[in-house]
């Protein structure tokens, strides 16, 4: 599968630790994405190395949590800021995981894909958010069977591409779809949770629920 759609828009998004669901139907439709690896650091913007999930109490946030380096000075980008081992942050992610979708039809097929990124070893290998966030990207879009370009902005030799019209996520307006959740006799249908709530829930399938999702609305795009 390629792109699920064919809007012919060039997408910017700031790195995402498992982003939701919608940040890869917007994905899946586009056809260029520009990941904006270095953007500045703001440490409001938890949803960079926060994902939400579905646990047996409800809606749960899991946070890589970050420090900055000492040997760093000026304005931070992302990629100057590093995962801390606070906590044995990795052990919460993995235990949680586990708890909340151990009994959903597709995490033992796909969570050995995942667990380098909250392993005890992950604050070594991954030696910025930037870089983790990006190395859980390209899995998610293996899984999902993403093929449309994508590029990375600290690597990326032109900013733009003429014949495509550059679009932020706040600009694009998905269609709400609902699909299985193991606890949705519980608490009903919750959206925007982390990809990994679709991936583990509904497997090959994700890509099918992903298309159904394309944008309804790309302001200022010739659809």
């Known amino acids: ?19 939701r669901v919608e940040y890869y139907a917007a994905m899946g439709a586009c056809r260029r994405v520009i990941v904006d690896d270095t953007a500045r650091y703001d440490k409001r913007q938890k949803d960079t190395h926060r994902m939400d999930i579905v646990d047996t109490h409800g809606i749960k946030s899991l946070t890589v949590p970050v420090s900055r380096r000492d040997n760093v000075s000026g304005p931070l980008r992302w990629s100057d800021i590093a995962i801390s081992r606070h906590g044995q942050w990795w052990h919460v992610v993995s235990e949680t995981l586990a708890s909340a979708y151990g009994r959903t039809p597709f995490f033992e097929f796909y969570i050995d894909r995942f667990r380098r990124f909250f392993s005890a070893s992950t604050p070594d290998e991954f030696t910025d958010v930037a ?9 998610v879009r293996r899984v999902l069977g993403l093929d449309n370009e994508v590029v990375y902005a600290s690597e990326a030799t032109d900013s733009a591409s003429p014949e495509l019209q550059a679009v932020t996520l706040a600009d694009i307006s998905t269609v709400a779809v609902e699909y299985y959740q193991v606890r949705r ?39």
């Open 185 to 223: 006799d519980k608490f009903g249908f919750i959206p925007h949770l982390s990809i990994l709530d679709l991936i583990f829930n509904m497997g090959p399938e994700s890509a099918i629920v992903l298309s159904r999702m394309s944008p309804a609305e790309l302001s200022g795009i010739d659809h």
């Open 131 to 139: 870089s983790l966030c990006r190395a859980a990207d390209e899995a």
């Open 1 to 19: 599968m390629s792109r699920f759609g064919n809007l012919h828009a060039q997408l910017t998004l700031l790195p995402r630790y498992f982003g």
